[in-house]
């Protein structure tokens, strides 16, 4: 019997443990995957040449066994140790409408690989749904969650600047990673010729300076190698593996089991209180049951969903805290993927820079805020970057020795990159559902995912790619290239809202504690209590929201409410 279960390890569950731990409760976290060690288990340390394949995986291992993960720009020879094998974990789409599940299974979860793009969403946010029409209205605002992005910032430790923008609000801040020449040029000339547009330093969870807090932990300040996917032996960037597990172990409230995947929840239909969680040894298959007073559902939007619906009982045929029938439904990714390159032959010739910093900049929203959009609603932001070409040695000319190296010293044009990040609009027809007879190899009813992006999407694409190449002209470039299309949902990897946070029990499946309706001692606080997408990266808010109902729960406990 434990105090609370947290069932996922990663982004939101490592959180979780955290707070209830230092809070004082006997905490268990369930992880599906295997057990991983900081540092130990991280391939950080070599260098290309040390890697098989100059670190590609071979297109044979890749066709066979990661056919939907080597979309992910992350997944490579030094990394794949951190990504499913799609050929062990399969699920479905209709033939027309592909969705790319990119997963990790281990402790840590996706936080080790994850981009680390912190951004608060902003009032503006939080209203959307109410203002438009689109989903149901969030049961929070902006300022019931501002104390508890302040809480979880300091402890990540988000480099950032501080710009006073009512669409991306500001933080708790280290030091912003600087802007290159190039990067400033571009910022200086965009922000003349569109007064409402801003270029700025990406917000990162990396440590630009480490504080004390952050070194008590393990962690010190960031190399400058942007391999952070690999995994951090000096703990830069922020990790579940790096910060918030190791936090919860000094507490001595922490147990974790690896391997373990989670089947159901098990209710007391007298009390509507969980009272079990059933779950699978990986390696024996093997079931096991686990009691505690408070669950915290943190296994991923997809996943979540998966195991409440899995949940079924006689009073609940359609699944867990499914009496709205919206567990599994509005399913949203970001819209990913609308590139434009171009070159600036005007930037500063003079100049280079140093390192591998772990962020690019950012063009905060500006559609829908102070420039009208073109027939959609919602918005979004670019991310992106200023790079100066180099002529390197380039292996497949001749040329020897001096020749080589007087070759690569000369320098090229400054590139510049932008990628938009659009919204998504919550749609109940983009869903998830268990399949009626297929069963993955631990007889779990494997997944069916159903989900395309609609008209408002394609028109906000249609704005993301011509205001790209606006912006690249505007600062004295060509524009190179631009993919046009949409890359397929599922590759933005912030997907979201398949047991979203409501007012009304008909129609959300949980209230503003990220607590469920149906079940009083259930929380959910990962992607899937997302109500709307907003533009930006959600992690932080994930999060945030998690150290929010976390508090809460424990508040709930002492007054006898679980």
Request: proline share 6%; with cysteine.
């Amino acid at each position: 019997m434990y105090d609370a279960i947290v069932i996922g390890s990663g982004m939101s569950g490592g959180i979780a443990a955290k707070e209830l731990c230092e809070r004082g409760l006997k905490v268990l976290v369930l992880e599906r995957g295997r057990k991983i060690e900081h540092g130990v288990d991280y391939m950080d340390t070599k260098m290309p040449w040390e890697l098989p394949n100059n670190n590609n995986i071979p297109e044979e291992e890749l066709a066979k066994d990661y056919a939907i993960q080597r979309q992910c720009y992350a997944v490579n020879e030094a990394t794949k140790q951190f990504w499913v094998k799609d050929s062990e974990h399969p699920y479905t789409t209709p033939p027309e409408k592909p969705f790319a599940w990119i997963r990790g299974y281990h402790l840590g979860g996706r936080s080790i690989m994850w981009g680390r793009q912190s951004y608060r969403l902003s009032d503006m946010d939080f209203a959307a749904n109410a203002k438009d029409g689109h989903g149901c209205d969030w049961p929070i605002r902006y300022d019931d969650l501002a104390p508890w992005y302040d809480h979880v910032e300091k402890f990540v430790g988000v480099a950032g600047s501080k710009e006073g923008l009512p669409q991306l609000p500001d933080g708790e801040f280290l030091p912003e990673f600087a802007l290159n020449d190039g990067e400033k040029l571009f910022k200086a000339e965009v922000e003349a010729k569109f007064p409402g547009r801003k270029v700025i330093s990406g917000r990162t969870a990396n440590l630009s300076v480490a504080l004390p807090h952050h070194e008590e932990l393990g962690r010190s300040t960031c190399q400058n190698r942007s391999i952070c996917e690999r995994g951090c032996s000096f703990g830069a960037n922020y990790t579940s593996l790096s910060a918030a597990l190791p936090a919860a172990e000094r507490t001595g409230n922490l147990t974790i089991i690896t391997d373990a995947i989670v089947h159901s929840l098990v209710q007391d239909p007298k009390t509507g209180k969980i009272t079990q969680v059933r779950v699978i040894d990986a390696k024996t298959k093997q079931g096991k049951t686990f009691e505690a007073k408070v669950f915290f559902l943190c296994a991923s939007t997809i996943a979540s969903a998966q195991i409440l619906l899995n949940s079924k009982s006689e009073a609940n045929p359609r699944g867990l805290a499914n009496k709205s029938d919206q567990v599994g439904r509005n399913l949203m990714d970001h819209i990913y993927d609308m590139v434009t390159v171009g070159v600036l032959p005007q930037g500063p010739n003079d100049s280079y820079f140093k390192g591998r910093r772990p962020t690019g900049i950012y063009i905060p929203r500006f559609r829908n805020v102070s420039e009208e959009a073109d027939g959609y609603v919602r918005g979004f932001g670019y991310q992106g970057a200023v790079t100066r070409l180099g002529e390197g040695p380039q292996a497949h000319l001749p040329g020897l020795g001096a020749e080589i190296k007087e070759r690569a010293r000369k320098l090229g044009p400054w590139l510049v990159y932008v990628s938009g990040f659009g919204e998504m609009l919550p749609n109940p027809q983009n869903r998830v559902t268990l399949h009626e007879t297929s069963k993955d190899k631990w007889g779990l009813p494997i997944l069916h995912i159903d989900c395309a992006q609609g008209p408002n999407e394609a028109q906000m694409g249609k704005q993301i790619m011509a205001d790209g190449k606006a912006m690249v002209e505007a600062a004295g470039g060509f524009v190179m290239m631009q993919l046009g299309e949409p890359g397929t949902p599922g590759l933005g990897i912030h997907e979201m809202g398949t047991a979203r946070m409501g007012k009304d029990p008909m129609t959300s499946v949980l209230n503003k504690y990220n607590q469920a309706h149906e079940a009083p001692n259930l929380f959910c606080t990962d992607g899937a209590a997302m109500s709307s997408s907003g533009c930006q990266n959600p992690s932080l808010t994930y999060m945030a929201l998690t150290a929010r109902a976390a508090h809460h729960a424990v508040e709930f406990l002492k007054e006898g409410n679980l």
